[in-house]
């Protein structure tokens, strides 16, 4: 039995300042001034309400709203609408509490749609601040002698915290210094121009005062970045629950046993990197003695509807996003790479595979196929996926580059594999069996193990029938000859 009554909802900003909004509450980690928006037709119960022509729409809504202001102009109100999207369309899968109205007319303006305050406000000084630290930066990279430069490697590498560039030359100061103060000028001769406006329409911005004020509708982007879907919060937690931390996947945790669990992994990470860490290069180092400094939150999971499908699912996420076990999971994503080629099934984008096709030359008695790995990163157990890997350094040890860390390289994927705990609302859980999507090197764990037994089971035992195989994670395409 799982208690919700401590379910704590996290708030996600987003900045309306004109309005006085500041937060509106969503089931995904994430922040910034974003709404949520997507495309999709009425099937599967998913009620879905599209809007061919988004300015009749909402002159509609505007005409028809009693609280609609005598004071806003037509004009003004048309052009709002002239610059926004005119394609809305948002899956509301709300079972007993409906959405307020304008839900769509809002949500549908897309997934980056950024609402601007009623006057610009700029925060003048800090985008100075930065502007002179990336001149000075580039004066000092164009500048310092190359022979000196360390080692980079993009993927891996953190930014030193507290560095400040020398200044550069008096010439580049003082024209910096020029152009600051012409900006300054500038921006306050705007605010005295520039009249009050908003990107949003007023019923545009009541829904939005609506949305954030109430407790019993959470928004969340769709699987397969299909848009924003609209759910009540019960029905979001109950799916959540019953769908996948409920099942033999998961256990849960009381939040001492997560907490002291989290920190022993920590140590043991820490200790296997000090006792291997002469197998690293210095760029390596680097990474992770500066990664290990900043702080680190828990893992947070949440679901994304699968709005293609019915009944709708939710699609398990677990954001690792600044959490400790993430600086070891980036760190085994780079060190798989240098392993792909050791899987002739993977293809690495779409542009890859039509490169392929041009070149191939069809019999008449050829056909193409497609499958898919059913729930692939759940499926994927721990104890399998390690000896997989072990398999691999084995059977291809004069092909695997002979600096790379297989010790270490092991035991931090056991590690980090079967301690992979998170948090839902103010609950704590483990997942017991395979990896989860959203956490980094998931993708590549799953074609590496994938790929082993597809060249010691199927590329083996139907070399003479499959004239091609190719496999994009869980995504497959081939062509078969009887």
């Known amino acids: 039995?799982?208690?919700?009554?401590?379910?704590?909802?996290?708030?996600?900003?987003?900045?309306?300042?004109?309005?006085?909004?500041?937060?509106?509450?969503?089931?995904?980690?994430?922040?910034?001034?974003?709404?949520?928006?997507?495309?999709?037709?009425?099937?599967?119960?998913?009620?879905?309400?599209?809007?061919?022509?988004?300015?009749?729409?909402?002159?509609?809504?505007?005409?028809?709203?009693?609280?609609?202001?005598?004071?806003?102009?037509?004009?003004?109100?048309?052009?709002?609408?002239?610059?926004?999207?005119?394609?809305?369309?948002?899956?509301?899968?709300?079972?007993?509490?409906?959405?307020?109205?304008?839900?769509?007319?809002?949500?549908?303006?897309?997934?980056?749609?950024?609402?601007?305050?009623?006057?610009?406000?700029?925060?003048?000084?800090?985008?100075?601040?930065?502007?002179?630290?990336?001149?000075?930066?580039?004066?000092?990279?164009?500048?310092?002698?190359?022979?000196?430069?360390?080692?980079?490697?993009?993927?891996?590498?953190?930014?030193?915290k507290g560095w400040n560039p020398p200044p550069a030359t008096s010439n580049t100061e003082h024209r910096t210094t020029e152009f600051e103060k012409k900006l300054k000028k500038a921006v306050n001769l705007n605010k005295k121009k520039t009249k009050n406006a908003s990107d949003l329409t007023y019923n545009q911005q009541q829904t939005l005062i609506k949305l954030r004020n109430d407790d019993n509708i959470i928004i969340m982007p769709t699987d397969k970045n299909l848009g924003p879907a609209v759910m009540n919060r019960n029905q979001y937690i109950e799916q959540c629950l019953t769908e996948h931390l409920l099942t033999p996947q998961y256990s849960q945790l009381t939040k001492k046993t997560a907490l002291t669990r989290i920190e022993l992994t920590k140590h043991l990470l820490l200790n296997n990197l000090q006792n291997c860490k002469n197998q690293l290069s210095s760029p390596e180092l680097t990474y992770f003695t500066r990664s290990c400094k900043a702080q680190h939150r828990i893992p947070i999971f949440y679901g994304m509807p699968k709005v293609h499908k019915n009944p709708t699912a939710l699609h398990p996420v677990v954001s690792c996003i600044n959490s400790f076990s993430s600086i070891f999971r980036n760190w085994l994503d780079f060190k798989i790479k240098d392993l792909l080629f050791l899987i002739p099934s993977y293809i690495k984008d779409s542009r890859h595979l039509l490169s392929e096709l041009k070149h191939l030359q069809l019999p008449p008695n050829a056909k193409l196929f497609t499958a898919d790995a059913t729930a692939m990163y759940t499926n994927i157990d721990t104890n399998t996926g390690i000896r997989a890997f072990k398999m691999l350094f084995s059977e291809y040890r004069n092909l695997i580059p002979s600096d790379f860390p297989q010790e270490l390289f092991l035991n931090i994927l056991r590690i980090v594999m079967e301690n992979n705990i998170f948090k839902f609302g103010d609950t704590y859980w483990l997942q017991t069996q395979g990896t989860a999507m959203g956490t980094p090197a998931a993708p590549l764990y799953s074609i590496l193990t994938n790929g082993y037994y597809e060249n010691t089971t199927i590329l083996n035992n139907f070399k003479t029938n499959l004239l091609y195989y190719k496999r994009f994670i869980d995504d497959i395409f081939g062509i078969w000859i009887d």
């Open 1 to 160: 039995m799982v208690s919700f009554l401590g379910f704590n909802r996290e708030k996600y900003h987003f900045m309306v300042s004109k309005l006085s909004i500041s937060a509106i509450k969503l089931s995904a980690p994430m922040s910034g001034k974003f709404l949520f928006a997507l495309s999709s037709s009425k099937k599967g119960g998913i009620r879905v309400t599209p809007t061919k022509n988004f300015t009749n729409s909402i002159t509609s809504i505007s005409k028809n709203s009693s609280i609609m202001p005598n004071t806003m102009a037509l004009n003004e109100t048309e052009h709002t609408l002239h610059l926004q999207p005119k394609n809305l369309s948002v899956h509301n899968l709300c079972n007993d509490y409906p959405p307020p109205s304008g839900t769509q007319q809002l949500l549908g303006l897309g997934l980056k749609y950024c609402v601007s305050t009623a006057k610009p406000n700029p925060n003048l000084k800090q985008c100075l601040l930065k502007l002179a630290y990336r001149i000075r930066t580039k004066h000092w990279l164009l500048h310092q002698n190359p022979i000196n430069t360390t080692p980079f490697i993009p993927q891996i590498y953190v930014k030193l």
